[in-house]
């Protein structure tokens, strides 16, 4: 019998995330019984936070692999919001504002990587509806990839405080220019991040209020060809949509995008 | 809209969920003008009118998928006019200058109107919400609670907000359990409806026959070059076409592998399958004892 580690995986996420929620609860209580560790409780609260964002990135990342979307790249959401996660409680753990700059360069990018994963693989979970949504499903990925891009350049390259500053390229005039930068950098966000959220919102109401199977007809093209069933072995001519072995009754999907 | 309050015409909703589309649209445009700067002081109104109408619509859309499966009508009908109501209270803030004196009071009233609205919309959004396990009901339940708990200090330090400044440390406590609440009802209302389709709804993890991301060899449907493909979004590695490729078992409502099932009920749980799900007895050549499922 196979069973993957994949099948558990979101019921961990979900039982995790319900565990630091309590945990959250406990430390918040003990904030208000012990108001003299109320700096400690501070930094407790903000690692707790940090995990509870991490279980759900890591929990949409889950139930796309389970789905079968995209399994490597949600596999590396999974791995890289780890090392993300330790990075951010390291942080927090040192606090020292002197590096603060440092620690933001280099975590932002796995940060990115796996909220970029686990937004992804969300969007991947509908089944394909019309020929539209399928283009509008692209442009948003295409639009949150651009928007993780640009947060992590504009934190990297960051005139005053980012890699130049580190490698000694530094200058007044940088210095001057960090104004203009940060507005541009901010502005351009706002605005793909604005259009970025607009179109997963789209994707998802259409997904709930269309039916796949009532555009289904439309857009794929049905074609038939040919297979060999991975559970009875039965070597079969079957037809593009859902379809289903004539041995082990089986039930297939393939669509051509 | 029909005469009766528990029903929703097709066409009606529809036509609302394409005024919130419009609705969005507009907004984000707005949005975008205000961010590069093209605005003056009617731009800013237009654009908060705009917000307002949006929220509002999309308290409709939510509202009208719970009515439209005829569950808690009225209150949905409720949340409505709460919306409408707090529409109209904050058109009167973005617009009426004159009304200066009562901007407090008015502004209270418009924070209530929606608070109740939204709150209401949510749980009648998340009671229509099968959940198979105790950890996702509670984990629904919980997030409804704090979607009510957030909304109600909301309204309460709109109302007594002078009061709250007296407080001294009840002040910094209500505080906390309003940041908590917030974060947990944004946590829950993300992972709630995910988590309905994953795994972690289903009571017993079956064990299947085979895996699911088991390879497949296949014809590509459009140059036919046969080759070995996994499921999920893939790319034919002669044409590269993109192939979307899903296999299900099929299963009864409670998880029991129906493969190789004889019989037209459910041996785990009594259910009647499907026709369309039923094993067909025509097969040869296969083990038995390899198909058959295992419960955790």
Redesign the interface.
Known sequence: ????I???L??L???A??GT?VL??GT?VL??LL?FYQFEVRQFVIAE?YI?FYL?AA??C??AL??????RLMRSGIAVGAIALVGWIAENIYNDYSVEWVWYTILIWPTNWASLMMIVG?L??P??RAKWWMQLRRITIGLFALLAAIICYAITFHPREGLLALTGIYDSEMWLLTGGYEEIAS?LG??IG??AC?GA??VW?AA??IKPKQDMESIIEI??????C???GLQQQAM?GLDKC???????????? | MSAQPSSLKGSFFKKVIIAFVVLVCITILLLIALTLELNDDWMEKLTAVSAMLTLCFGVFVSAGAVIRRKHIASLMWLSCVLAVVGTFFAFILIWGDHYYDAEETVGRFTITSFALSIALAHSGIFSIVSTHTRLLFFTKLATMVCVWLCGTVIIVMFWYEDLFWSMGGIFWTILYIASFSTLASIVGTIIVPIAMVSHANKEYIVNESISSRVKILLECPKCAKRQELSSGNVRCSDCKASIFIEIEEPRCECGYLLYQLQGNNCPECGRLVRESEKWEPTSVGIDLETAKPDVE
């Open positions: 019998m196979v069973y993957p994949s099948m558990k979101s019921k996420c979900l039982w995330i319900a929620v959250i609860i918040y904030a208000i108001p936070i509870l759900c929990f949409g889950a139930v389970e789905k079968g979307r995209l399994p969300l991947l979970l089944e394909p502005k706002y605005v604005l259009l607009g919102l789209f109401l709930a209020f074609t038939e060809y040919w297979l060999s991975p559970r009875c593009t004539d041995q082990c009754s089986l039930q297939i999907r393939v669509q051509l995008a």
